[in-house]
């Protein structure tokens, strides 16, 4: 199931074929995929300096190691897997929860100081009663008027301390935890988004899918299942 909300509310409900007829969701252009913290641990843990030589294992106690972990997964693989392996096929399943969130009253400069500090490229933008009523996309607080000419710096400036509601996409389309994969991806083609807002029926925020949620899923195991099965219901 998917919903558009904006500033006043709920505005539709249904299915992605319908979408395209809600003018103001329009195609983005310069999508960028959300960066979750996962994968910024793994990612500082690649970069993170190596132990001291005194730290370091004996070359002997790493091979024995190493062949008692391969006695091992030879054994667990003998008593079979402890649990079947359940293909992903919702969004539950591979959105983000605690995304990060912005009000809509918050200056442009701010919120984007905001992203850079959590690393990622858009936020959704929700009310004091925590309600999706925007999407802010990086890409859309530094279009080329926010570039001051000569003479033109304080007119920069002043577009620097616009509020969040002026720059954000609004109304945005947001799906519901249990709908089927296949049926977001294509609303992300279709609309040029990097990812949409997980909400329930009232627009209340629960976490957000991106498109990097959903190829790391298809990379992961248990792996991704788009087609097997009855088709998707919502």
Avoid: C
Avoid at 9 to 37: C, M, S, Y
Avoid at 77 to 84: D, E, F, L, N, V
């Amino acid at each position: 199931m998917f919903f558009v909300f904006g500033p006043s509310g709920q505005i539709f409900k249904g299915g992605p074929e319908n979408l395209d007829k809600i003018a103001a969701v329009r195609r983005v252009l310069r999508p960028q995929a959300l960066r979750t913290r996962s994968l910024e641990i793994s990612d500082a843990a690649e970069h993170a300096p190596a132990a001291p030589a005194a730290e370091q294992p004996h070359p002997g106690r790493v091979a024995n190691l190493r062949l008692q972990d391969a006695v091992s997964a030879y054994t667990q693989t003998q008593q079979g897997p402890k649990r079947a392996r359940e293909p992903l096929t919702r969004v539950r399943d591979v959105m983000s929860h605690g995304a990060l969130s912005v009000p809509p009253d918050l200056r442009v400069n701010d919120a984007w100081q905001t992203l850079a500090e959590h690393q990622v490229a858009q936020a959704p933008v929700v009310d004091a009663l925590g309600r999706v009523i925007g999407l802010l996309l990086r890409a859309d607080m530094a279009p080329l008027d926010l570039l001051p000419e000569p003479g033109a710096v304080k007119e920069a400036i002043e577009l620097a301390r616009r509020p969040v509601s002026e720059v954000m996409v609004s109304p945005v389309p947001t799906v519901a935890a249990d709908t089927a994969l296949r049926r977001v991806a294509s609303v992300l083609l279709t609309t040029g988004l990097p990812g949409l807002p997980v909400t329930d029926e009232a627009g209340v925020l629960a976490g957000f899918i991106s498109r990097t949620d959903i190829l790391r899923a298809v990379a992961a195991d248990p792996p991704l299942d788009l087609w097997s099965g009855p088709g998707p219901q919502a």
